[in-house]
Structure formats: structure tokens, C-alpha cells
């Protein structure tokens, strides 16, 4: 099979866009193949560029741009090369932590080449990133990374730490995308660069990853909270039409059948009434979690109609209600997080998440806010530090509460690891894996009282 010009690359390339919904003209193609012609092959990366700046419209695109220009312009070709001729996962492994605390990104693609070539292949022609990550599981290298004092910045204190380890989960995530890369490009050269091209699953706003989103991402995501809201107002109306039915009134039904020979050809329904429930958050805004904090506070406020009455409180290590700027922050949602942490105190004497602490403050200054109409949903990832979980305090709100739900941006595989208490939140209270907008999305519509 002859190799495809560069011509040809771009114009499959163009083809596959289309393929997945962004619109591209003849006038962009025509600038694609002058940026190619002004650029040359010289730099992968500024190829890149170019061309993303002639074919796409919005930021928002890249998310299908970068997997397809990936696949037809390859950054390799066939399986990488070994020096020795051998495969061993545990020295992959050493070699992948001296690269994500390095930040070495050039690293971190070589050594997804390596591991797919050796931990992906499924069959003659198939390789799984799935498989690769399941074996290799770049995750678990984040507490080592830590301990060896390897981190991102360099610094000392728990605050600082607590930045380190967002930056070094920020690059597990990128290597797991140079993973997934490598998979299609191997499997696109087996059996199709068109066809695996058209089968690239589109990283839309909703399936991003709170913990590991971008400014660019949260940004996309901010901008899909209104939608969101109405398609969720939608649902919650339905049900609580549903619920307003109430259940067989059996007494009146059997009284009413007497006109038609004792059969019940009219059901009487007792028909409810029911109050508009109470809503109230408990968010942990440190952190990378405050990205998914912000956006789901966001999302309630869009809600607001749908309940009686909604109250928002937020910590780090210290609790203080923040309702009104949440009810402010609609118009600037970007500067949330900063009017949250300006205009709140939710630090005291250290910057580091405490959630004993901060259930203890809740329960000791806002337990009036919970009673038995009100539905309380927490959002964190339970990570105290090695701090008191304050377990005691979560159970007095549950008593007080109608419902608890604990919303969790991490993967369950990592609780109850760490620092995490995870395990012993949930014995008290429903603790929920709740990572994307699409997650949030359908627990919102499920959990939430009607």
C-alpha cells in the first residue's frame, strides 16, 4: 500500500471533521493546504496549530480536531523500538513516575508507545488502551510521586502539596490520553485510518473529567449549565406531576364500582399535595475539586425554582455560607470561585481541605438549616489530610436530615486510598461517583426530591 501525500492526508482529514459535525468549507480547506504549504513538516506540533486555526470555528473543536489530526499525522509509525529486546512493567513504571514529576511530556509519549506495544495487543490487529492502563496503572504512581518529594512546584506545606498532586493527576490523565492516542494510531494502521477515524468517540463537554479539566474545559462546561438546568426542571416536573397522582384510594374505589356491578371501572386516586422540597449544599471548594464544585452550585442555582428554598454553604477547612454570591455569580460564573474564596472565610489558619472540621463548624453554626424536608447533598472528594474525619458530625446531620447524598469527583477505585475516608463517610451516608456532567447529570435527575 503506497503512503498517502500530504494532500491526501488533508483532505481525510477534512472528510473526518465533517464526519462528526464541524462544518468546514471550501474556504478552509483552501487555508488548510496553505498552512501546510507556509508551515512545512518541519514541526509536528506547529502543524498542529496551523491547521486547527484554518479548519475550526471554536476552542470547543479541538476536543475532536486533536485525536483525528493525531491519527493522520502520526507522531510514529509501527512498533517503537527497544533497545534490549525485552518488556519489563516495573521499570516501565520507575521510568513513567521520572517522567510525570518531571513534567517531560516527550518522555511520557514514548513510554505510551512502549506500553501499548506491549500491554495493549488483544489480537493480530487489535491493541486496547483499556488493557494498557488496566496493566500498567499509572494511577497508583501519584502517592510514590509525592513521598519522593518529586512533586510539581517544589514547595513545602500541606497547601502546597495539596497544588503538587493536582498538577501530577492533571499529568496521569495527559499520559492516559497519549495512551489512548497510541492505541488508534496502531489499530488505524492495521486497519484503516478513515475508519478508525470515523469510529473516535467525541470528548464532548459533558464526558470531561472534573478532577483533570482545563480552563478552556471548565469553561465549555460552565456554558452548558443553563441547557442543562431546563433539561433537568423538565424531568423534576414530570415527576412531580407523577407524584402529585397519589396512590388507589381503595375505599372510594370499591364504593364507586356499585354502579357498575363491583367493577372498578373508575379508580379513585387519594391525590397528595406535596410541599416543594429543601435543598441544601455542603461543597468543598479547595483544590481541583473546586472545579466541580462551582460548576454543580452553578447548576443548583439554574434550579432554584424547583424547591421551596436552597441554601449553599462552602469550605476548605472552615464553613460559611455563600447563597447569596452563588445567586450574584450567575452572570460571571468564570469569577466564582474567586468571590467564593474573597468574599467567604473558608480558611482559617491553614489552606488545606479539613473536613472534620468543617462538618463540625456546619453542624455548630448552621444546623437549623437542616430539617426533615430538606435533601443535603456533599460535594468532595473526602480527602482530610490525615486529619479527624469528624464522622460524628455527618451522622447528626443525617439524622436531622430527609436524605444525604455524597457526591464523589473521584473514581471509586481511588477511596479509601491515601488520605482519602471515603469508606468511612459512606457507611453513614449514599456516597455516589460522580466525575463528569453527564454523571452529574443523571444522579441530579435520580437523587434530587420531588
Not at 329 to 353: F, K, N, Q
Request: proline share 4%; net charge positive.
Amino acid at each position: 500500500m503506497s503512503t498517502p501525500s500530504v494532500a491526501d492526508r488533508v483532505t481525510s482529514l477534512v472528510r473526518a471533521l465533517r464526519t462528526h459535525g464541524i462544518r468546514i468549507g471550501t474556504g478552509e480547506s483552501v487555508d488548510a493546504a496553505q498552512a501546510v504549504a507556509a508551515l512545512g513538516l518541519d514541526s509536528r506540533e506547529h502543524l498542529r496549530e496551523g491547521l486547527a486555526a484554518a479548519l475550526l470555528h471554536d476552542q470547543g473543536q479541538r476536543a475532536v480536531f486533536d485525536p483525528v489530526f493525531d491519527l493522520y499525522f502520526p507522531r510514529g509509525v509501527g512498533a517503537p523500538e527497544r533497545t534490549d529486546g525485552a518488556f519489563d512493567r516495573d521499570e516501565l513504571r520507575e521510568r513513567l513516575a521520572e517522567a510525570l514529576a518531571a513534567g517531560d511530556r516527550a518522555a511520557m509519549a514514548r513510554l505510551a508507545a512502549e506500553a501499548v506495544d506491549a500491554l495493549g495487543r488483544y489480537d493480530a490487529d487489535g491493541f486496547s488502551s483499556m488493557q494498557t492502563l488496566d496493566r500498567l496503572r499509572p494511577q497508583t504512581l501519584l502517592a510514590g510521586i509525592m513521598a519522593g518529594g518529586q512533586g510539581a512546584g517544589g514547595g513545602s506545606g500541606a497547601f502546597t502539596d495539596r497544588i503538587e498532586a493536582d498538577e501530577i493527576r492533571r499529568r496521569i490523565e495527559e499520559f492516559r490520553e497519549q495512551v489512548r492516542s497510541e492505541a488508534r494510531r496502531r489499530v488505524a494502521e492495521r486497519r484503516g485510518t478513515d475508519e478508525m477515524a470515523r469510529r473516535i468517540p467525541v470528548q464532548t463537554p459533558d464526558r470531561t473529567v472534573f478532577l483533570y479539566a482545563g480552563k478552556d474545559q471548565l469553561a465549555a462546561l460552565r456554558r452548558t449549565v443553563h441547557p442543562l438546568a431546563r433539561k433537568l426542571a423538565t424531568r423534576l416536573a414530570a415527576r412531580r406531576r407523577r407524584a402529585a397522582r397519589g396512590h388507589i384510594d381503595l375505599r372510594r374505589t370499591l364504593r364507586g364500582s356499585l354502579s357498575t356491578g363491583g367493577v372498578p371501572m373508575r379508580p379513585v386516586l387519594r391525590k397528595r399535595r406535596p410541599a416543594r422540597p429543601e435543598l441544601v449544599l455542603l461543597c468543598d471548594v479547595s483544590g481541583s475539586v473546586a472545579g466541580f464544585a462551582n460548576f454543580t452550585m452553578l447548576l443548583v442555582q439554574a434550579l432554584h425554582d424547583e424547591f421551596s428554598k436552597v441554601r449553599v454553604f462552602a469550605f476548605v477547612n472552615r464553613t460559611d455560607e455563600v447563597t447569596d454570591l452563588i445567586a450574584r455569580g450567575t452572570a460571571d460564573p468564570e469569577g466564582l470561585g474567586d468571590r467564593i474564596t474573597t468574599g467567604a472565610t473558608v480558611t482559617g489558619w491553614h489552606g488545606s481541605s479539613d473536613y472534620g472540621s468543617a462538618l463540625g463548624e456546619f453542624v455548630e453554626r448552621y444546623e437549623s438549616a437542616v430539617g426533615p424536608r430538606t435533601s443535603v447533598f456533599v460535594l468532595g472528594d473526602a480527602r482530610t489530610n490525615q486529619l479527624d474525619p469528624n464522622v460524628a458530625a455527618l451522622r447528626r446531620i443525617a439524622r436531622s436530615a430527609r436524605r444525604v447524598h455524597w457526591l464523589n469527583p473521584e473514581p471509586r477505585s481511588l477511596w479509601d486510598t491515601g488520605d482519602s475516608a471515603a469508606g468511612a463517610y459512606a457507611d453513614v451516608v449514599a456516597m455516589h461517583e460522580c466525575r463528569t456532567a453527564r454523571q452529574l447529570s443523571a444522579l441530579v435527575g435520580r437523587l434530587l426530591p420531588v
